[in-house]
């Protein structure tokens, strides 16, 4: 259960980690009046700063699908060789993901993406499972 209990700590630092990230290109490419402003100009969806706006709108989406499923299996004490590894793939599918999405390699993170959805499925059907 520790590493599923884990898996939600890393959900919060992967947020931060895309928020600092994308708060930092955009000061770079926009300068901090920018960050001072109120931001009614759209973010830039070019270079790095979109590509930075994009996995943090991904990684929001990512957890919102994993952590509900994480932390009732937390909450129920359920864990499983499935939830168990489900969490570790989770994990590394993220990290990879953001990493190739900062960095334009594409194949990874498109990979990365699909290895992330299974194991958030893999994980639901475990909970399910172990719930009935």
């Known amino acids: 259960m520790f590493l599923e ?3 939600l700590i890393f959900a919060g ?9 994308q708060h930092v290109t955009n000061m770079k490419t926009r300068g901090a009046q920018f960050l001072m402003s109120d931001r009614s100009a759209p973010l830039s969806e070019d270079g790095l700063t ?4 994009r ?3 991904n990684n929001i989406e990512s ?3 994993y952590v509900p499923i994480a932390a009732v299996a937390v909450a129920m004490d359920v864990t499983t060789p499935v ?10 599918v993220r990290t990879t993901f953001s ?3 900062w960095l334009k390699i594409n194949m990874l993170r498109s990979l990365s993406w699909l290895v992330g959805m299974a194991a958030i499925a893999a994980f639901a059907v475990a909970l399910a499972v172990q719930a009935a």
Do not use: D, E, P
């Open 5 to 7: 209990a884990q898996s």
């Open 13 to 21: 630092i992967l947020i931060w980690v895309s928020v600092l990230v």
């Open 99 to 101: 990493i190739g999405y």
């Open 83 to 92: 939830t168990y590894w489900s969490a570790i793939t989770w994990m590394v």
């Open 63 to 65: 957890i919102a699908m």
């Open 50 to 53: 979109g590509r930075a706006t």
């Open 55 to 57: 996995t943090l709108r």
